[in-house]
């Protein structure tokens, strides 16, 4: 054994000048650490009584604490220990807390000052798993840049237990203070430094380690056989650094790094770099583990982990410049079969980026950890990315191809940003796109190499433009860039899909305008110009300007702020006119779902079928348009204008309501708040096609152009605009060019791309739901899907069926709709069948599989007869002889299995959900368990969420918004929930993303006002105003839901009925063909 090595503290009491001790052995033991280890003696037995009764004390020292709070800093306390950090909490909300409890504290703005930056950071942390404490020591170097008398840095749920400061090698005094609402120290030193001044903080301190999934914290694994395993994992991303260690945890306060680690001998422990000696701690047991120093990085990248129960499996890089060794850490008993897959992935990822920016990996290798306990899907710490243990490993046998398209897509995102975020990182949050955004674009150019036979790139525009859009389109909407630039709120709410997925379609069009070549020669100059550094988007454009120009007179730069400092997106209007030998382009505006707004209806369809102005003739002007003069429609634009200028008189009580509502919506979002939508103006690239079959054409609609004529080579029945989904905007064609699509739909979808029809059919649902288009044509146009076997746009189809049916399955008319939908899915079924997987098709999976796992889930939701019928047969199998499932199907034959079955079936499940070992199978074996229809059973599952042992908190989202689905158990789920909602919030987080997942997942169908004016008062209950921003958009889009049943409801059962009468007529005819012969 080693001799036990004595550790020097940051300052020698025998050294009077405050010398700091060598870097390498710059490692402390906590005297507050048990150091009671040895073997037994009397002063032991004595030295650990004491140690109980001083943690007992502490105990109930922190519950008396707690509970005999006066009440307004109670409400202090909810704040900063939320997982929403009150991240939205207003700037009048601060100054008046922190005047209230922070009234001497020297600093009182969120940012940090900008006098003194950090260099270095010498970490040594010792994380007791058992007691749920950490303790530690920091020492940082810091850099004066403007003379101050004040070092203010973050500290949250952390005791100071003592610090030093030294000023250029010589000990000064300083005073320390805290202000818990700014989640800060400050340290007054008594004469101030000046610049250039060289500045040695060292702290000692503790805290506390949660199961929050934020900052460190414990993670718990439980073995099939029972045993618990628990472990230690950091997730500091966007300001959790702070509850792990004083520090300046802002991302442009970049520094390096050396931690150390204090751990027990059966534990591992892993950081952002390798790991450079293990020596004995002064206490006896105990093992220092000192890393490697970092390279120059920010805060919320730095990554610890210290591990029970893992092992690990390696590989190395065969391409990039120097080998790097890529690890996968999983717990023992899931690793074996499970790391292959997610290895080779990361290795070629680092390969594929390496070579693509031309820049080497500047660390010597990368870890991959994979967590039962992870909030997100996973998280890019340069070296050590942490991963939902479903988001990295998969089982070749067991897992499916489509879990296999997810970790890549995963994995490729977190490489990704060790160039993108890492290497080069935004200067603020408010340019957190600039991580999230590229990250996301280059996740499917990755994946698209790695794996050229899966077509990713068919998916992007599905699952970036089309899925921002969404929310994109409320009022309560942000730009991209958030304008949060002096302040740190709103933090939380920025990692959403305007940061990831809008941001990515932006990217993609930008490059798609430049040229790949050149938007690469662009990127690989910003990386190396930036690299170890921060920046702002506008200096990335402006590099991209220099290697790329834009026809017309439009800049990058011009482009990308529209679309990036403005909130939501254009819609355009299209028809065909001068005998269909010009397009028509006009009405340039901002597309909104609130119909209320009366944006969408500038120079618009008020009358809902899709008609645009109907000026086919191109001679109207705009005033007549704006008056409602639609030509050929003049008798159902008055009748409408009608009843538009009723539904004015009746809302006229709420005007000052809704002004309040959306100057709320501007104060929580972020934006501009003197910006008015009137103002919203665009550069719009159009690509768009014809009927020629010829290749598209690019034009350019400038910012506030209204009407515009573009010439065809000949005359042409259709157009498609943006094709391709280059854009990021929406379209409405006039009724014509409508009736000619469907037509050429439905007979031969072929003729147009699979991404346009997905885009079509995207854009026709979301116009119904405004009025801006009929629900008759959109009925029309979906009716090709029986011929459809493209999987975007069947998914597209399924997911809207089923929204439809959400809200009006309590009609008297459902039964007509569900048979619509059968009429849509019986093609595709025969053709696709219960295939189990035997046959040669892995050159067509994942894409096959997830099209035959939409349409099967389609039709088994439908009570579809034979798919019932066979989800049935091979559940009893499972369930009997244990014959494997294939696990893209696993989800659907569990559910039909268990709701068609007894309660010992719903057993057998629940005793496989105990043992499986892959997490795709779990949460398959979960979401089967919900679709039983005992009351019994779903109460017992609803208890299991509130239970760490049987549902992890990461996926009670996953069971609840399964029960929810469930017509039986909805009420149920939901009442369960409200009952519950303390717990809920306890174990999830305060405003958390989990929290609100699992309140979306319950509330999502809900369609009336009564309800929604319920749900609202619940909520509010709950001083979730830290979340504002999300609970608008939870609001709005329940609102959406209201307007889409008041415009549609009757329509669609009128379209229906007279559907169901042609069916009808049509089969009569059949028989009486058939009579003949």
Avoid at 253 to 278: C, D, G, I, M, W
Avoid at 296 to 312: C, F, Q, R
Avoid at 485 to 500: R, V
Avoid at 755 to 761: A, E, G, N, P
Wanted: net charge negative.
């Amino acid at each position: 054994m080693p001799t036990p090595t004595t550790v020097k503290l940051l300052v020698d009491e025998t050294n009077e000048d405050g010398k700091r001790s060598s870097p390498v052995e710059h490692v402390w033991s906590d005297p507050r650490l048990p150091h009671n280890r040895r073997r037994a003696s009397g002063c032991a037995a004595f030295c650990a009584i004491a140690c109980v009764m001083f943690i007992l004390g502490a105990t109930i020292g922190a519950a008396v604490y707690t509970y005999l709070t006066p009440g307004a800093f109670r409400e202090l306390l909810n704040w900063t220990t939320s997982s929403g950090n009150g991240d939205e909490m207003l700037s009048d909300d601060f100054e008046e807390l922190i005047e209230q409890h922070c009234p001497d504290f020297p600093w009182d703005e969120l940012r940090l000052p900008n006098d003194i930056r950090p260099d270095h950071y010498n970490i040594s942390i010792h994380p007791d798993i058992d007691a749920g404490r950490l303790s530690g020591q920091v020492a940082i170097d810091l850099r004066v840049e403007n003379e101050t008398s004040v070092i203010v840095l973050h500290a949250h749920r952390l005791n100071l237990s003592s610090f030093y400061i030294n000023v250029n090698n010589r000990k000064v005094n300083a005073e320390h203070s805290e202000c818990d609402v700014l989640q800060q120290w400050a340290f007054t030193l008594d004469k101030p430094v000046e610049e250039n001044d060289e500045i040695v903080l060292g702290i000692e301190y503790d805290g506390l380690m949660l199961a929050d999934m934020h900052g460190l914290y414990i993670s718990t694994h439980h073995s099939n056989n029972g045993k618990i395993w628990k472990s230690v994992a950091s997730q500091f991303e966007p300001n959790h650094a702070r509850k792990a260690f004083p520090c300046f945890d802002e991302p442009n306060l970049k520094a390096t790094f050396q931690v150390s680690v204090v751990r027990e001998p059966e534990h591992v422990t892993r950081s952002n770099t390798n790991l450079r000696v293990t020596r004995e701690h002064s206490e006896e047991g105990l093992y220092i583990d000192v890393f490697e120093k970092s390279v120059k990085m920010s805060t919320y990248l730095l990554a610890v982990a210290v591990l029970d129960n893992y092992d690990y499996n390696k590989r190395l890089t065969k391409t990039t410049a120097e080998p790097i060794e890529v690890r996968l850490y999983a717990s023992r008993d899931v690793l074996k079969g499970q790391a292959d897959f997610g290895l080779d992935v990361a290795t070629k990822a680092l390969e594929y980026f390496e070579d693509y920016f031309n820049i080497s990996y500047p660390l010597d290798k990368v870890d991959l950890l994979a967590l039962d306990d992870f909030a997100e899907g996973a998280m890019e710490n340069w070296g050590l990315i942490t991963f939902r243990d479903s988001s990295l490993l998969y089982n070749e046998k067991t897992s499916g191809e489509l879990s296999k398209e997810h970790i890549a897509l995963v994995i490729c995102h977190e490489i990704a940003h060790q160039w993108f975020g890492n290497l080069v990182t935004m200067d603020w949050w408010n340019d957190l796109w600039l991580n999230e955004g590229f990250a996301n674009y280059m996740e499917y150019k990755c994946v698209d190499h790695i794996f050229p036979k899966w077509k990713i790139m068919s998916r992007f525009y599905a699952e970036n433009a089309g899925s921002a859009m969404e929310p994109d389109g409320l009022s309560s909407s942000r730009p991209i860039n958030a304008g949060l630039e002096s302040n740190t709120t709103n933090i939380m709410s920025l990692f959403d899909a305007i940061s990831y997925h809008k941001a990515a379609a932006i990217i993609h069009m930008l490059q798609g305008l430049a040229g790949e070549w050149y938007f690469q020669k662009a990127l690989i100059e910003y990386l190396n110009k930036y690299k170890y550094d921060n920046a702002k988007g506008e200096e990335l454009w402006r590099i991209v300007e220099k290697h790329a120009s834009l026809p017309h007179g439009v800049t990058v730069e011009s482009l990308a702020k529209a679309f990036t400092t403005q909130v939501g997106y254009p819609l355009i209007q299209i028809g065909l006119v001068n005998n269909d030998e010009e397009i028509l382009v006009h009405n340039q505006t901002r597309f909104l779902f609130d119909r209320d707004h009366k944006k969408n209806d500038k120079d618009g369809d008020k009358d809902g079928d899709g008609d645009g102005d109907g000026d086919r003739d191109g001679d109207k002007d705009k005033a007549k348009a704006k008056a409602g003069d639609k030509a050929g429609d003049k008798d159902e634009s008055e009748e409408d204008e009608e009843d538009e200028n009723g539904k004015d008189d009746d809302d006229s009580d709420d005007e000052k309501e809704k002004k309040e509502k959306k100057k709320m919506q501007k104060k929580g979002r972020g934006s501009n708040e003197d910006e008015d939508d009137e103002d919203l103006e665009w550069p719009i690239p159009v690509h768009f096609r014809t009927d020629d079959k010829g290749e598209p054409q690019l034009k350019w609609l400038r910012p506030g152009e209204q009407k515009v004529h573009w010439r065809l080579d000949s005359p042409s029945k259709w157009v498609i605009a943006n094709s391709g989904g280059i854009g990021y905007f929406k379209v409405l064609y006039d009724k014509k060019i409508y009736r000619e699509l469907n037509r050429q739909l439905n007979r031969d979808h072929s003729e147009i791309s699979a991404i346009d029809r997905t885009m079509l059919i995207t854009d026709a649902f979301d116009f119904t739901k405004v009025g801006l288009l009929d629900i008759g044509t959109y009925m029309d146009m979906v009716q090709y899907a029986e011929d459809e076997r493209d999987r975007m746009a069947w998914t597209m189809i399924s997911q809207q069926m089923e929204s439809i049916e959400g809200l009006i399955e309590e009609t008297d008319y459902i039964h007509l709709f569900r048979d619509f939908q059968r009429s849509l899915v019986v093609k595709v079924y025969e053709e696709l069948g219960w295939d189990d997987g035997e046959s040669d098709e892995k050159e067509e999976s994942p894409s096959r599989r997830g099209l035959q796992q939409t349409v099967l889930s389609f039709a088994c939701r439908l009570n579809h007869g034979d798919c019932s019928k066979k989800a049935i047969q091979r559940f009893n199998q499972w369930a009997v002889s244990k014959k494997p499932v294939t696990p893209e199907l696993q989800g659907i034959i569990f559910s039909e299995g268990i709701k068609h079955g007894d309660s010992a079936l719903w057993e057998k499940a629940y005793t496989a959900f105990q043992s499986a070992t892959t997490p795709k199978a779990k949460q398959n074996l979960m979401e089967g368990m919900a679709a039983t229809k005992d009351p019994k059973l779903v109460n017992r599952l609803l208890r299991m969420t509130l239970d760490s042992k049987s549902i992890k908190a990461n996926t009670i989202h996953w069971v609840l918004s399964a029960l929810a689905k469930n017509e039986l158990s909805r009420t149920a789920a939901w009442r369960f929930f409200r009952i519950n909602y303390d717990d809920y919030e306890e174990i999830l987080g305060k405003g958390s993303n989990l929290l609100f997942a699992c309140i979306r997942g319950l509330v999502d169908k809900t369609s009336t006002k009564h309800d929604l004016e319920e749900l609202k008062e619940f909520l509010e209950s709950k001083n979730l105003e830290n979340n504002r921003s999300k609970l608008e958009q939870l609001f709005e889009n329940i609102e959406v839901n209201i307007q889409w049943r008041e415009l549609n409801e009757e329509k669609l059962e009128e379209y229906l009925r007279e559907w169901d009468e042609r069916r009808r007529r049509l089969h009569r005819r059949h028989k009486q063909f058939e009579g003949k012969f």
